[in-house]
């Protein structure tokens, strides 16, 4: 993709875009697995990964959905889970939007309220975006560009919507001691975004912003009639601008969706809205919705992170099963730190005898078994632009290479080995269970390691996260585990190497890396304008990670997710990571 | 065959398997009652005198007890009769009175509906008849206010009071043999005279045979025309009343006259005590079952405890299960024993 | 006796009273103690990017910039008064008893529990006819039968129903009778349909749960029954009853096992009144959206007020239960006189 330089935008608004932005280098192969409007397609595993399982015009039936937890909130303004904002685009329409298309198509915005594009200023600081025509609520009233702006504006207000992001409050230019319409009530903040007609959404950047259309992508941008909007209480009744409006809705409960019949296709080119209706529970036992999914009872595990180990070991051993799964590969790395603040991790060489002593089956198998994750033998995981195969210390099926091992820890003066401490986080079973074949293996070498579980809570805050608390308490090592919301390898790679993250006072994510090159490199990142360039320096970070051996990198997490019975149009893109929710259809 | 009486028991033995052994409660124990007499089965406690009339009730059937022998009642056999048809002559044709009225009766259930209860399993007739009724008997029963009364729970009543209760309950379906199982051993002396004033003017009344089951013969001293004295499980001396308190021959019931409670005396006073415990009825004492702790069993020849004494009648149906010779046990109680007993 | 009761309501409300000061105490005393700040404790309730500015209004938001003792004040006064609640938009009153809002789904806690309620309501009441019917019913045959095989075979199976843990029985039963299994009769996990709707569906909806239940408690009512009625069927008024003639099945159901039953009453009552509290492992293997299950969602996210509420909910069904018991067992046992 074409993209414009981001100059002197702050760091974390083009990690952000950039995240948002990322669109190259995509883990899915779409093809097509069979014809529109021939009968079921039969059950294969990966189906949907590789491919549009079961794809289908045909519209109607129920999708019945269940949720182990809850929404965070329904309102537009107000969410941030990424399943969230799979599912929010069958009753909301922000001006773009990521189309329900496989593979790397479903990661790039489309114009969705909005005609086309943002139409930048020459400077990317003024973004205009023009609606289409015939536009309409639930209640058939017209949306207009006013309540888009609505929409943006009191989203703004971060006391009554906690939980949604906050990019636009950061890069739009709104008044001073402006705080959303709520509490400013009839404030103008046309400075941030303007309303020249009812067709037209301008706003203005404090700062350069190349990608802006992925912001826009998000809900925030969703419209709000100001009339109908009732603060925390919206959520209870979102006012629909999508193929499907609430029928009924029972915050903690559940809720249904029907269609919404003010919806006029012929404005939207990218919702097929193929079923009738949405049944969704929340706050739902998760091995039961696993049970249920497997039974054909529910269609939809809607958070879209995998199943239950009680599930997992049903399905493992049943091919009927296990075709109807797919494992795709998360972004998410669990690894271990290589602290060396803590002798005699000091020393180059005794770091890299880790990398050749760690067994990394025992990392697979602590996660569950190749489904749960595959060993990873650098930072970047596949599906993340710029990701390249490293295997600096290779070693046959990730076991472990003894002999090299050896051989680096006489060079560090420890040929015999040494004592060590790995911390944990206790309530974690998965992490228990990696420190204790951390332990076995390296014990081969004689390393000899001491179990050190911390509580979770404070984890980072207080223990592993605190710099002077891992040099008093020894904690050679600590596991670990670092996961984007977006396919970018800035928001990846940055928080859990650029040394300036560290945090003398505790809550760092990252541990032990402390390169001065790395960090370079970051700053190189954000002035870099072309994407290729760009994808090879965090390559050339993640590598430069190796050579120091300061991370031992463990398992790239895979998910398991259950095909319910009779979907249509089940597909995995890279825009969501599960399965996108838009496209779906149900026989 | 002399011509049957209303109550006829014949050779009864009942015997409970345990884990330890036989328990021999009864062991072949013969009586007869007639209409309107009084029969006083007196013993200490284990000598098998409840057991046995709770076998005439027929209340050990269904259970382990192994029930053998006669028991005629008014020309019917009820060892052999069926277990309901007992149940239907239980209440009705004969009715029991028991020893603690306040254990005896349910503390959840008025006085009135107990005795409602009782009446209307034999009678088809509405609850407020059977009130009626109940009320009716409260006051025979010498009960002040009955009509107030019949609705207090057992707990609400004096001992006394609660027997008279527990005798209006037993008679409420007009019984012709009533079993009073130590009926005032609960109360405290005055009581205890006037419960048994009202006995014997009940039976009276309704002309029913009547067994009254004591460890204390005085109590039996006045209601009763026949004695039968019970040492494990079997009878040791029967007679009449005048037989027993003025001829008694078995060292036993000297032992029961010398312990008799009398208003003149202190309780803890007793002028013939009988040494040791009542047998095991596991491992009864061979021969003479009383042996053990008969202070003459030397004057039997040895005979003492290898062979079990009969039981042979003395005079005018005077019965004794002992060894020695009936001049001699006279002779004892003429010399030895009477005037110690008489001595104040 | 109206003394009597009056006495135990105000002794009821100290007790709530306790109950709440405890609670509230633990949740917010004692994180206060080891160190949390307003911040800290709000930033829990603020999204995954928060920054310490929406950390700082949150906790504005929240009151927990206020002295304790103003914020269990405030919580005390919502409960008596009622309280304003500030939705963005405008002002929401909300009436007495107010138990505050849920620091998460910002939705009205007290609504929710009534919500809920019906659900647990109707799965412990169900269960509670199951089990009594079937733990007396058992207990009270092997109490008659001692020593006999079925006797034996129902203790056996009593002590395996009191020591199997529900999400056990409850996993094995939804795996065996639902999920589509060839056997299956039973409706699948997360099933409710109000009673009113269709008692059919109901009852269809909640045969599972409440077997599951009734399973446990049964096991535990038939031991105590059986000890009960052995005791009492040995009492000298159980001999004079049948000295009256009365048939035996009376003798045993109005005699024996009224006497019996007192006790279970006791604590019939206690397990009742917990119950209603929130059946927390049978709706949470069950997904039934009940008060356990709320509770158990309100725990695991940390959502105070709904924690509150819930707490408070249990406390009062507890003390109610256990009045309603001490009231009954006046009227079962004539000789327990109330003072």
């Known amino acids: 993709m074409r993209r414009k330089p981001a100059l002197g935008v702050s760091a974390v608004t083009v990690a952000l875009a950039m995240g948002l932005a990322a669109c190259g280098g995509t883990s899915t192969t779409p093809q097509s697995s069979g014809e529109p409007g021939q009968p079921a397609a ?3 595993a990966d189906a949907a990964l590789t491919g549009v399982f079961n794809p289908s015009t045909k519209k109607g039936g129920t999708i019945k959905m269940a949720n182990s937890g809850d929404w965070d909130s329904l309102d537009p303004a107000d969410t941030y889970y990424g399943y969230s904002w799979n599912f929010i685009r069958l009753y909301g329409r922000a001006l773009t939007m990521f189309p329900g298309k496989p593979g790397a198509e479903g990661a790039k915005p489309v114009p969705d309220l909005a005609k086309e594009l943002g139409k930048p200023s020459a400077d990317f600081k003024t973004w205009t975006y023009t609606l289409r025509d015939g536009l309409k609520y639930e209640d058939g009233t017209p949306i207009t560009s006013k309540d888009v702006a609505y929409g943006v504006a009191r989203s703004f207000d971060r006391e009554t919507f906690p939980n949604g992001p906050t990019y636009l409050n950061d890069l739009l230019d709104w008044p001073k001691d402006y705080k959303g319409p709520y509490k400013s009530k009839g404030a103008d903040f046309s400075s941030a975004v303007e309303t020249p007609d009812d067709k037209t959404v301008v706003f203005h950047l404090k700062q350069p912003f190349s990608g802006f259309d992925y912001l826009t992508q998000m809900s925030v941008t969703m419209p709000v009639p100001q009339a109908k909007d009732t603060g925390t209480k919206y959520q209870e009744h979102v006012i629909s601008s999508g193929p499907y409006k609430f029928e009924k809705n029972e915050i903690g409960k559940g809720f249904t969706l029907v269609r919404n019949n003010q919806w006029d296709p012929a404005t939207d080119p990218n919702r097929p809205a193929l079923p009738e209706r949405y049944e969704v529970s ?11 999914v497997i039974s054909g009872d529910l269609h939809v595990a809607i958070e879209g992170t995998g199943v239950q180990p009680a599930a997992l070991s049903k399905i493992l051993p049943d091919p009927a099963l296990k075709a109807r799964t797919d494992n795709p590969t998360i972004q998410r790395l669990w690894y271990t730190s290589i602290n060396p603040t803590v ?20 990392y697979v198998a602590a996660y569950g078994g190749t489904t749960g994750g595959e060993i990873a033998t650098h930072l970047l995981p596949p599906g993340i632009p710029g990701s390249q195969k490293i295997d600096l210390y290779p070693s046959p099926e990730g076991k472990g290479d003894l002999a090299k091992a050896k051989e680096h820890l006489a060079k560090c003066g420890h040929p015999n080995g040494f004592e060590t401490n790995i911390s944990y986080r206790a309530e974690r079973d998965k992490e228990k269970k990696t420190a204790e074949g951390l332990k076995e293996s390296l014990a081969r070498v004689g390393i000899n390691v001491t179990l050190k579980p911390y509580p979770l809570k404070d984890y980072f805050s207080l223990y592993a996260g605190k710099p002077s608390f891992v040099v008093k308490e020894n904690l050679g090592l600590a596991i670990n585990g670092w996961g984007s919301d977006w396919p970018d390898g800035y928001g990846f790679l940055q928080q859990m190497t650029d040394s300036r993250v560290i945090r ?5 994510s990252n541990l032990s890396v402390r390169i001065p090159e790395v960090d370079k490199m970051f700053d190189q990142v954000l002035q870099e304008a072309d994407t290729a360039k760009r994808e090879a320096i965090y390559a050339a970070i993640d590598k430069r990670v190796m050579e120091e051996s300061v991370i031992l990198p463990g398992i790239v997490a895979k998910s398991l997710l259950v095909r319910g019975k009779g979907l249509t149009n089940v597909l995995i893109n890279d825009g969501q990571q599960m399965y996108d929710y838009v496209a779906m259809g149900i026989q | ?19 330890d052994g036989l328990v021999k409660s009864v062991d072949g124990l013969t009586f007869r009652l007639e209409r309107g007499k009084t029969l006083g089965i007196v013993g200490e406690s284990g000598s098998g005198k409840s057991v046995t009339s709770l076998g005439i009730l027929g209340l050990h059937k269904g259970g382990s007890a192994r029930i053998s022998g006669e028991i005629w009642l008014d020309g019917e056999e009820l060892v052999s ?8 002559l239980r209440g009705k044709k004969m009715a029991m009175i028991f020893q603690d009225p306040l254990s005896a009766m349910h503390p959840y259930y008025t006085v009135g509906d107990q005795i409602i209860e009782a009446y209307r399993i034999h009678h088809d007739v509405s609850k407020a008849v059977a009130r009626k009724h109940a009320v009716d008997m409260l006051g025979r029963v010498g009960i002040p206010e009955p009509s107030r009364r019949v609705d207090s729970y057992p707990h609400e009543f004096s001992g006394g009071m609660r027997q008279r209760a527990m005798i209006a309950m037993a008679l409420s379906c007009d019984p012709e043999l009533l079993i009073a199982d130590e009926p005032t051993t609960a109360l405290d002396v005055t009581v205890q005279a006037q419960i048994l004033d009202l006995m014997r003017d009940l039976q009276r009344e309704f002309d029913s045979a009547l067994i009254i089951i004591t460890h204390d013969l005085g109590v039996v001293a006045e209601l009763s025309d026949d004695i039968l004295v019970m040492y494990g499980g079997k009878c040791i001396e029967y007679g009449s009343a005048d037989d027993i308190f003025y001829r008694p021959e078995h060292p036993y019931t000297w032992g029961l006259l010398g312990s008799m409670p009398r208003l003149d005396r202190e309780p803890t006073e007793r002028l013939l005590p009988i040494k040791g415990s009542p047998p095991s009825l596991i491992n009864v004492p061979p021969g003479c079952a009383f042996h053990p702790r008969c202070p003459y069993a030397e004057r039997t020849g040895g005979k ?18 002992c060894h020695m010779s009936p001049a001699e046990r006279r002779a004892l109680w003429e010399n030895e024993i009477k005037p110690v007993l008489e001595t104040q | 006796m109206f003394t009597y009761i009056i006495r135990r309501l105000i002794g009821a409300v100290l007790m709530l009273a306790i109950v709440s000061m405890a609670t509230f105490a633990i949740f917010f005393l004692v994180p206060r103690l080891a160190g949390a700040t307003p911040e800290s404790m709000a930033s829990r309730y603020v999204g995954r990017t928060a920054t310490e500015e929406t950390a700082k209004l949150a906790a504005e938001r929240l009151g ?3 002295p304790l003792i103003v914020q269990y004040g405030r919580y005390v006064k919502g409960i008596v008064a009622g309280a304003d609640y500030d939705y963005g938009a405008g002002v929401e009153q909300c009436p007495a008893p107010c138990l505050g809002y849920s620091f998460i789904t910002r939705q009205p806690v007290f609504p929710d529990l009534m919500d809920r309620l019906p659900i647990t309501l109707s799965l412990a009441i169900g269960a509670a006819v199951i089990w009594v019917l079937l733990g007396v019913g058992i207990g009270v045959l092997s109490a008659l039968r001692r020593g006999t095989l079925f006797d034996r075979a129902a203790m056996v199976i009593a002590l395996a129903g009191v020591s199997l843990p529900i999400f056990f029985t409850a996993l094995l039963s939804l795996q065996f009778f639902s999920y589509g299994n060839p056997f299956a009769w039973a409706a699948q996990g997360g099933y409710y349909v109000t009673f009113n709707d269709s008692p059919v569906l109901w009852a269809y909806g909640l045969l599972l749960p409440w077997i599951t239940l009734a399973f446990l408690f049964a096991a535990g009512y038939a031991r105590l029954t059986r000890a009960g009625m052995l005791e009492t069927m040995n009492e000298d008024y159980i001999r004079t009853a049948r000295a009256k003639g009365l048939v035996e099945r009376k003798v045993i159901t109005k005699h024996g096992l009224r006497a019996a039953l007192t006790p279970i009453i006791t604590i019939f009552g206690l397990d009742f009144g917990l119950l209603i509290g929130g059946a927390v492992l049978t709706e949470s293997a069950y997904s039934l959206n009940g008060l356990g299950k709320y509770a158990i969602d309100a725990i695991t996210n940390q959502d105070l007020p709904k924690v509150m509420g819930v707490t408070l909910l249990a406390a009062l069904f507890v003390i109610l239960a256990n009045l309603i018991v001490d009231l009954l067992y006046a009227v079962v046992d004539p000789r327990v006189r109330l003072s």
Do not use: W
């Open chain 3, 64 to 66: 927990f910039n206020d």
């Open chain 1, 282 to 292: 929340t706050n739902v036992n998760a091995d039961d919705i696993d049970n249920r």
């Open chain 2, 304 to 321: 003492a405890d290898t062979e079990v004494p009969a039981l042979t009648e003395t005079e005018g149906g005077h019965l004794v299960r």
């Open chain 2, 1 to 19: 065959m002399s011509p049957q009486s209303f109550l006829d028991v014949k050779d009864l033995k009942i015997h409970f398997p345990t884990d």
């Open chain 1, 504 to 508: 003398e006072g505790g809550g760092s």
């Open chain 1, 343 to 362: 002798k005699p991790f000091d020393n180059k060489d005794c770091r890299i005898a880790i990398q050749y002593a760690a067994d990394k089956t025992g």
């Open chain 2, 81 to 88: 009769a069926s277990q309901e048809h007992v149940r239907g």
């Open chain 1, 42 to 44: 039969a059950d294969k």
